[in-house]
């Protein structure tokens, strides 16, 4: 890569319907990216289709719903991408004893395979532009926190696949880098809330973790999602990008 960077082209970010994703495909698109941003539904897609996005539909659970999200990423940038920011994602609370493995499948399914499933297909295109690929990653995947052993394994396991996946695409000039989140306003806390609310308060094992987590979310501070976006623009475009970033960053 020359030493000036890489320039903004075709970019492609999961997560859009709200949050960290919105956020960054929106800054983008202000900026002059050509963007195409997976939503959940038609609702989600009319704001960023007004601010100039490209949208589609995408379901991370479902090859199905990959493969056809993929084939219209492809038709859309003619097989060339500059950007992949593998944003989307879910948590599951609960403690590791109580926890329902199929919901914590699923967790996987969309937080680490469909990522990488998604990022198989369209390997191609950003090798064809020596374009970039962000992995939005989470403060928790180094560091162990109860009622998340679902989401840290799964964020472990995202990291694991882009620190491989990094060293196999360098000498193709394709940069990879996972970014660690700290705590910002996202859409993904209410879903949280309401798995915290519903978990038994008074259980004998786990009722003070239980409360612990509860007065946490959501405390201060909460960053802005365009901190984020601000974030994941510079690691696109950096001529060396790290694999692992922070923001925001430490003091």
């Given amino acids: 890569m020359s030493p000036e960077g890489r320039r ?6 999961t997560g859009g319907s709200s949050g960290i994703g919105r956020a960054t495909a929106l800054l983008a698109a202000a900026r002059g990216w050509p963007v195409l941003a997976s939503v959940r539904n038609e609702a989600d897609a009319a704001g960023l289709e007004a601010a100039g996005c490209a949208t589609a539909r995408l379901d991370l659970r479902s090859e199905a719903s990959i493969e056809a999200f993929a084939g219209a990423v492809l038709d859309w940038s003619d097989g060339r991408l500059a950007g992949l920011v593998n944003n989307a994602g879910t948590a599951l ?6 926890l329902d493995l199929d919901a914590a499948r699923e967790q996987f399914e969309v937080n680490v395979f469909g990522a990488v499933g998604l990022t198989q297909r369209l390997l191609p295109a950003l090798r064809s532009s020596r374009g970039a690929v962000v992995f939005v990653s989470s403060d928790r995947a ?3 926190v109860p009622l998340y052993g679902a989401y840290v394994a799964a964020k472990r396991a995202l990291e694991g696949f882009a620190e491989v996946l990094a060293l196999e695409v360098a000498d193709a000039g394709v940069g990879v880098s996972i970014l660690r989140l700290g705590s910002f306003e996202s859409a993904i806390r209410g879903p949280i809330r309401a798995r915290l609310d519903a978990l038994d308060g008074d259980d004998p094992e786990y009722a003070a973790p239980i409360a612990r987590a509860r007065a946490s979310l959501g405390s201060p501070p909460l960053h802005p999602p365009g901190l984020a976006a601000e974030a994941i623009l510079r690691l696109l475009l ?14």
């Fill in 8 to 13: 903004p082209g075709a970019l492609v970010v």
């Fill in 142 to 144: 180094p560091v162990a």
């Fill in 238 to 251: 950096a001529p060396a990008p790290p694999l692992v970033a922070c923001c925001p960053e430490p003091a």
């Fill in 93 to 98: 609370p609960g403690p590791v004893e109580r």
